[in-house]
DNA sequence: ATATATTTTTAGGTTAGTCTAAATTTTTTA
DNA sequence: TAAAAAATTTAGACTAACCTAAAAATATAT
């Protein structure tokens, strides 16, 4: 049998809350995230469960089946692929992807998505940093810093970023900060953790602790 | 309001069956077409004449508003412009793209359609011969013939397939009848119409009226 | 011009995915 | 540890897209 579009969507959303640990996830976080009620959420657990596809036992959230997660993984795959095409092929900034990519992410044909993986000469990571699962489903996350926790006087590479907001990503886009740049932390403010960074060797800036939040960097 | 992947198939079927002329299309065939039962396609005829996506009497047959055939040019661009990015980014035959394409075109977003068309430089004619229509809506069906009306010792180049069937697609690579080959009528056979044809100046085969049938060719 | 056959519509139901309101369970607080 | 708060589930309902069976309209044949 077949997933839907929204039972795919909710496995995907199950997989990116549950994290690394495979933490349980609340009714309530996946209303959030599927901007729906809990009463909704409740009912497609019930059906994912009756699939085998997630771990539910009622008022103790769920966590993804093996099954469920190769599905999730699939789903992220097709998903980042994609977002590779449109910006690399078609010329979309990173900050105009994601959307239409979150409908691309449903188009069933595996043969499809192995050809797409060729001719974009099988990438590693999508246009924000986000790893992409190999063909046969591993998926492993690099673990990069935040920005927040590097010292003054460190240079880091500029790795990928946690939100994925187009205002965010248009926001480093007039600072200059793309993928793989080179940050050094010149100086962290005591008072409101803002800081000065020099990118590139080049211009120096000041951002707040709420873009370096979410920055995703690597020591080199 | 925006139309449904369900409805978006209704009408570019409505404008497929209609034809040129705009003729009226009937429940029935409707029904043969969406693979659903005919009371089914009361429901959404309805439902489309209530968007004035269609003109709609009842027990009279349906044809396409303006309105209605805005919306199925824009489905059949995509289409048949994500066939032209199968066969000729991704490398999947002729035969093997209108499934793919077939949830391809339902990808709402405008500005990717027109990316694409950039990418692809803006071909006018799909993997089977098929017109694209362009960015404005202007679709224009070039008046091929059918191999059937093409006399003995007549040269004519083969511009398209009417039937779309994989199993016929696979038939003409065999025969090494593709787009763009010169075909010469050298014989046809009184009894059942069966011909004899010369494939670009090299190798002749028989190909049956059923065959004949289903090739779109041109004068040269 | 009837009678018969065909086509189409209506009537009543189903499933997936959603909702609100109410009931229940779990968690937190006093 | 009992009361209050929060989270979750259940109950009952809605819409879109489908279905079968029956009724009505149109087309065809005698
Ligand atoms: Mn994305
Ligand atoms: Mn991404
Ligand atoms: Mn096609
Ligand atoms: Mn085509």
Do not use: C
Request: no cysteine.
């Amino acid at each position: 049998m077949q997933n839907s579009f929204t039972e795919e969507n909710y496995l995907k959303i199950i997989h990116a809350l549950s994290g690394r640990e495979g933490v349980e996830v609340s009714t309530n976080a996946l209303a959030e995230s599927t901007s729906t009620r809990a009463a909704s959420v409740t009912d497609m657990l019930r059906k994912l469960a009756d699939k085998g596809l997630i771990h539910y036992k009622k008022y103790q959230g769920v966590t993804l089946t093996e099954s469920g997660e190769k599905v999730a993984i699939k789903v992220i795959r097709k998903h980042r692929l994609w977002e590779v095409f449109l910006v690399e092929k078609l010329g979309f900034g990173w900050d105009e992807v994601h959307d239409i990519a979150e409908e691309l992410e449903h188009i069933p044909s595996e043969v499809l998505v192995e050809k797409l993986d060729t001719y974009l000469g099988h990438p590693k990571f999508d246009p924000h940093g986000d790893p992409i699962p190999d063909a046969k489903g591993n998926l492993t996350e690099p673990d990069y810093l935040i920005l927040t926790d590097v010292h003054v006087g460190e240079k880091v590479l500029m790795m990928g970023v946690l939100d994925h907001a187009p205002s965010f990503l248009q926001h480093l886009d007039r600072s200059g900060i793309t993928l793989g740049a080179v940050i050094e932390v010149k100086e962290i403010n005591e008072y409101d953790k803002s800081a000065s960074v020099q990118i590139n060797g080049g211009p120096t800036l000041f951002i707040s602790l709420e873009v370096s939040k979410n920055l995703l960097v690597q020591r080199r």
